[in-house]
């Protein structure tokens, strides 16, 4: 027997004797179960440990496993994280957002993983509209990816791209319409940068998902790339959803340091090093 016949076996089990908790009861044993630790020396020190990280401390255990709720607690999380590499980002949100589609030369979800390369360049199709439908000699260019994950984008770029745009637009900063980019690695926002001509290049891409959360975003940035830019020469803020650095203050911080990017003329280490010398 696997271990989702054992889940559903338990749970029918339970439901026949009247135990089985209300939804909210679910959604709560869920997102946080409780500690489980059997007579806890300092349960004072487990609380605070828990309260102040995501990660599976203080959980207890029977014999060598853990026990049965934060087992499901695990296997929701992992499912969780499956979901938002495998699903694609809905395209109902993509229109009502009016971004453009674009793909990169991962024919399939298998080659995104695979070929790293396939993901960082444009397919031709897609080369062809970013020429004849975007400026040229703009200060930014914005793209969206799924990335690793769909969860990313669904959950955050409804709050974090408002909030960029009308920061951007109150600095008087030039800039064309986003466009969004199926199964994208972060250096194909190289190639739109120099298709545009744009100073300063920035992509919204889903995290490789974890156990803690699925939804977590990164944004990365890039002045004027060259064939000889390295990793270093590349900004990136990263842990961009509702636990970490809320999407809507991410927005307008990153349209804050966009502006100082484009005034020092850099990104990356140098930004860093220039920054700190000017204040």
Same mark, same amino acid.
């Given at each position: 027997?696997? @271990?989702?016949?054992?889940?559903?076996?338990?749970?029918?089990?339970?439901?026949?004797?009247?135990?089985?908790?209300?939804?909210?009861?679910?959604?709560?044993?869920?997102?946080?179960?409780?500690?489980?630790?059997?007579?806890?020396?300092?349960?004072? @020190?487990?609380?605070?440990?828990?309260?102040?990280?995501?990660?599976?401390?203080?959980?207890?255990?029977?014999?060598?496993?853990?026990?049965?709720?934060?087992?499901?607690?695990?296997?929701?999380?992992?499912?969780?994280?499956?979901?938002?590499?495998?699903?694609?980002?809905?395209?109902?949100?993509?229109?009502?957002?009016?971004?453009?589609?674009?793909?990169?030369?991962? =024919?399939?979800?298998?080659?995104?993983?695979?070929?790293?390369?396939?993901?960082?360049?444009?397919?031709?199709?897609?080369?062809?509209?970013?020429?004849?439908?975007?400026?040229?000699?703009?200060?930014?260019?914005?793209?969206?990816?799924?990335?690793?994950?769909?969860?990313?984008?669904?959950?955050?770029?409804?709050? @974090?791209?408002?909030?960029?745009?009308?920061?951007?637009?109150?600095?008087?900063?030039?800039?064309?319409?986003?466009?969004?980019?199926?199964?994208?690695?972060?250096?194909?926002?190289?190639?739109?940068? =120099?298709?545009?001509?744009?100073?300063?290049?920035?992509?919204?891409?889903?995290?490789?998902?974890?156990?803690?959360?699925?939804?977590?975003?990164?944004?990365?940035?890039?002045?004027?790339?060259?064939?000889?830019?390295?990793?270093?020469?590349?900004?990136?803020?990263?842990?961009?959803?509702?636990?970490?650095?809320?999407?809507?203050?991410?927005?307008?911080?990153?349209?804050?340091?966009?502006?100082?990017?484009?005034?020092?003329?850099?990104?990356?280490?140098?930004?860093?090093?220039?920054?700190?010398?000017?204040?």
């Amino acid at each position: 027997m696997d @271990i989702e016949q054992i889940v559903e076996t338990v749970l029918a089990k339970i439901q026949q004797q009247g135990r089985l908790p209300t939804e909210s009861q679910q959604t709560m044993q869920f997102n946080e179960p409780a500690s489980s630790v059997d007579e806890p020396l300092n349960a004072q @020190i487990i609380a605070h440990a828990r309260a102040i990280t995501p990660a599976r401390i203080g959980i207890g255990h029977t014999g060598t496993r853990m026990k049965t709720a934060h087992y499901l607690h695990f296997r929701v999380d992992h499912a969780a994280a499956q979901d938002a590499v495998y699903q694609e980002v809905d395209e109902a949100l993509l229109q009502r957002l009016q971004l453009p589609i674009l793909h990169s030369n991962a =024919k399939d979800l298998k080659q995104y993983l695979m070929d790293l390369q396939a993901g960082r360049t444009l397919a031709e199709t897609s080369t062809s509209w970013v020429k004849q439908h975007l400026k040229k000699h703009i200060d930014v260019q914005i793209i969206i990816s799924n990335g690793l994950s769909s969860a990313a984008i669904e959950a955050n770029i409804e709050s @974090i791209l408002p909030a960029l745009l009308q920061g951007l637009q109150l600095k008087n900063i030039t800039m064309n319409p986003p466009v969004y980019v199926k199964r994208a690695r972060v250096w194909l926002q190289d190639e739109i940068a =120099k298709l545009v001509d744009c100073k300063l290049a920035i992509i919204l891409i889903g995290e490789r998902p974890g156990l803690n959360t699925a939804e977590s975003m990164s944004a990365y940035l890039i002045y004027r790339p060259t064939d000889k830019t390295v990793e270093a020469d590349r900004t990136v803020i990263s842990n961009i959803h509702e636990a970490g650095l809320a999407p809507v203050e991410a927005g307008a911080y990153l349209s804050e340091i966009m502006a100082q990017m484009l005034q020092l003329e850099c990104t990356g280490v140098t930004f860093m090093r220039k920054k700190t010398a000017t204040n």
